[in-house]
């Protein structure tokens, strides 16, 4: 079977060329979602004045960190390698400046990195735990779902673990394959009691940290690697913070809503420039930031006015976070819908190595869904 699928997904790797070329009649090394822009600045709630500099996306969660060790005193931050800076260096320089009972690593041990966290948390201290890498947060699922999320409800609010934020780096790199790029985000928004939030860029990302760090529900705070070092931005120096469960209308339109969250919104900001170069049609791009509990309202707002929607994540269709978002639309929004929601996302395979490129729900796919889209209310649909 999953040979097959692989195969089906190499027939797509084909036609998906072809698109590419057709573009401008050469191999277009701009076809690969790895070579994607990652520039828009960021136009949420940020401080109105003060000093900002110039940091990507893992800069900026060290300075969120930073700020939180500066300023509670009960705050520790504990992983694998952590104390090193971590795999990606998100936390340099940490253990040199707070010291080593605060900043320290811990055995290769998911379960045991959450379940600790856990414990921290009960007693009243602030714990940052990082997963080195999302793939790997599967073994502290117990912990997560069943003691963390559950804790306070449990216990009738006598105790709880709500200083908890879990920390993982999560989505495709260009080389990771199976074990180094899912995305597992809707396996947990199956569970009340987490929030699950996932930053698309630097001053986003810091103002998000510290929101859920500061929050009183345990939070998992999914980070796309490949935007640690490819994403920079204007990044304000001081203190800040992103309210969690609001999106944002990072481009406003008239004809179709786009949405999405992490990397792949950088995506369908490309996408909406090329449907109205391509296409004449004016696209509403939507970035969710926190994935639960989302913001209901902005999307429906979005899809009352456009009428149609395309929902992109890197994670695979069936049960992936999208249905969700679909199956809200669709109750919400019926009388509403002038064409069927659009679902892009990854294939419901294992994670390819080779194949990486076409898995991934790039522009050109996304763009083909808003031609669909725009076929479907003409009539032309077949």
């Known amino acids: 079977m999953i040979s ?7 027939a797509r790797c084909f ?33 109105s004045s003060g000093p900002t500099e110039v940091a990507n996306m893992c800069q900026a969660i060290n300075q969120a960190m930073d700020i939180t060790m500066k300023d509670d005193d009960t705050a520790v931050v504990c992983g694998e390698d952590v104390a090193f800076g971590g795999v990606f260096k998100c936390s340099l320089g940490l253990r040199e ?23 921290i948390a009960t007693r009243g201290s602030t714990c940052i735990a990082e997963i080195q890498f999302a793939d790997y947060i599967f073994p ?44 597992p985000e809707a396996y947990f928004t199956h569970c009340p009691g987490l929030k699950i939030v996932v930053p698309s860029g630097p001053a986003q990302a810091k103002g998000l940290l510290l929101s859920c760090i500061r929050d009183p529900n345990p939070c998992i705070f999914l980070e796309p690697k490949i935007l640690y070092r490819r994403a920079k931005e204007e990044v304000p120096v001081d203190d800040y913070m992103i309210p ?39 696209c509403e791009v939507i970035d969710l930031q926190t994935i639960m509990p989302f913001d209901e309202d902005t999307i429906i707002q979005s899809v ?25 639309i669709q109750e919400k929004c019926f009388l509403y819908l002038e064409a069927p929601v659009e679902r892009v996302c990854g294939w419901d395979t294992p994670f390819p190595h080779v194949f990486e490129p076409f898995y991934l729900p790039n522009k050109f796919r996304c763009l083909e869904a808003v031609k669909k889209i725009i076929d479907f209310r003409s009539g032309r649909a077949n």
Do not use: W
């Open 304 to 328: 009352k006015k456009t009428g149609s929607v395309v929902i992109a994540h890197e994670a695979p269709k069936t049960s992936g976070f999208g249905a969700e978002l679909s199956a809200t």
């Open 15 to 47: 036609s998906t060329t072809v698109i590419a070329r057709s573009a401008g009649g050469e191999p277009n090394p701009n076809a690969l979602h790895f070579h994607q822009t990652y520039t828009t600045p960021y136009s949420g709630m940020l401080p």
């Open 244 to 282: 969690l469960s609001e999106a944002r209308v990072v481009v406003e339109g008239e004809d179709v809503t786009l949405i999405g969250y992490g990397t792949q919104l950088h995506v369908l900001l490309t996408v909406a420039e090329m449907a109205k170069e391509q296409l004449g049609v004016s």
């Open 97 to 119: 400046k707070y010291g080593k009972s605060r900043v320290f690593n811990t055995p290769l041990c998911e379960q045991g990195i959450v379940g600790f966290g856990i414990g």
């Open 4 to 10: 097959r699928n692989l195969g089906s997904i190499a």
């Open 140 to 183: 502290a699922f117990d912990q997560l779902v069943n003691e963390a999320a559950k804790y306070r409800y449990r216990s009738g609010d006598e105790f709880n673990c709500g200083s908890l934020t879990v920390r993982a780096p999560c989505g495709a790199v260009g080389h990771g394959a199976l074990y180094h790029s899912q995305s």
